[in-house]
């Protein structure tokens, strides 16, 4: 089946750090990639869409500048959180539509808890 | 505006069974999801409706209404792993990617 890893599972870092996200499709190539970011007890919310070689599509209320997004192959894409501030804290969670198959198709991957202290 | 509406928690006994409803109101539609959840674990897909009926898939069933802008996920023959958040989630029609819209989900807890 289709797999999608998050790397690192969780992070803690310091406040004014930048810390990056990795997003990988293991086997099966993805056109386009979701980044969400859901806070305790709440649902998921889509930040931003990534499509492989092109400019990612933020979501209102979204800093782009905030959060970088890459989607420099058809199986990677990274989130980078620039100058994180605790309420920055949160579970990020990707998901990847393949290139080929049923166009609902979508797989998310494990998560990535980022602690900001 | 975009609104999906679930409850917020139930309970339910393990054995019987139990349906969760969600109700939207999006912009487009291009199918509905229902996906579950374990605390602080990604979502698993347990189903996809884009027309009207019901899907059955073992334990767990989706119905979806178009008109109404209505679906339910019922889980039968209840069994303690099946406590859990369980997400309905909308594909919106707006733009290439056709995203999806989540509702806040619904906490299920299961009895002995």
């Known amino acids: 089946g289709a797999v999608v890893s998050q790397h690192p599972s969780r992070v803690i870092c310091k406040s004014g750090t930048s810390v990056k996200i990795e997003c990988r499709s293991l086997?099966?190539?993805?056109?386009?990639m979701f980044w969400y970011r859901q806070f305790p007890k709440q649902s998921l919310m889509l930040m931003a869409t990534?499509?492989?070689?092109?400019?990612?599509?933020?979501e209102q209320g979204v800093e782009k500048d905030k959060f970088l997004i890459n989607h420099a192959s058809l199986t990677l894409s990274t989130l980078t959180v620039t100058s994180a501030h605790p309420e920055d804290s949160s579970f990020y969670i990707c998901?990847?539509?393949?290139?080929?198959?049923?166009?609902?198709?979508?797989?998310f991957g494990p998560g990535t808890r980022l602690t900001v202290t | 505006g975009q609104n999906i509406d679930q409850p917020t928690e139930m309970t339910a006994t393990e054995g019987a069974i139990v349906q969760i409803n969600c109700t939207y109101q999006t912009s487009g539609f291009n199918g509905l999801f229902w996906y579950q959840q374990h605390a602080g674990e990604a979502p698993t897909f347990l189903s996809y409706n884009v027309l009207d009926g019901l899907e059955e898939k073992g334990r767990f069933s989706s119905f979806l209404s178009r008109s109404k802008g209505y679906s339910y996920l019922l889980l039968k023959e209840l069994q303690m792993k099946d406590s859990a958040s369980y997400l309905c989630a909308v594909r919106d029609r707006g733009g290439a990617t056709n995203k999806l819209i989540f509702g806040t989900g619904t906490l299920l807890a299961v009895q002995p």
């Open positions: 998901s990847a539509r393949p290139a080929t198959g049923a166009t609902y198709e979508q797989y």
């Open positions: 086997d099966f190539q993805a056109t386009t």
């Open positions: 990534s499509n492989e070689g092109s400019k990612a599509t933020y």
